[in-house]
């Protein structure tokens, strides 16, 4: 997917070897917490929010690109952040992500 930087302000996270595959780690961006996972080798970033009750989600179960919200069992796909079961309708946050210089970047819509 082609990223249109004009859109985003990249904030610089970590360097890209610090996150294992299989690994998230959780940050804050302009106020909003952010969910970093490594699947294989690819790097996917959403919001640490279900869209059911606002609750914490990355600390869910993470299976291939599908985690759980550990509060009532809602799903959501880390790549588009869909909603694929009860009580979540609403996606979660995306956030894009890329790769300079060997550091991870998430990217956040300008307004």
């Known amino acids: 997917m082609e990223i249109d930087s004009k859109k985003y302000t990249f904030y610089r996270i970590l360097p890209v070897e610090e996150l294992a595959a299989g690994e998230r780690i959780f940050i804050e961006i302009e106020n909003e917490p952010v969910v970093i996972f490594k699947v294989g080798e690819q790097i996917y970033a959403i919001g640490d929010r279900c869209t059911h009750d606002d609750g914490p989600l990355g ?9 759980t919200c550990p509060r009532h069992g809602a799903k959501f796909d880390i790549v588009s952040g869909k909603a694929l079961t009860l009580p979540a309708v609403e996606p979660t946050i ?12 998430i990217g956040v819509l300008n307004n």
């Open 59 to 67: 600390d869910g179960e993470l299976e291939d690109h599908q985690i």
């Open 94 to 105: 995306v956030y894009p992500v890329r790769i300079i210089n060997g550091q991870i970047e």
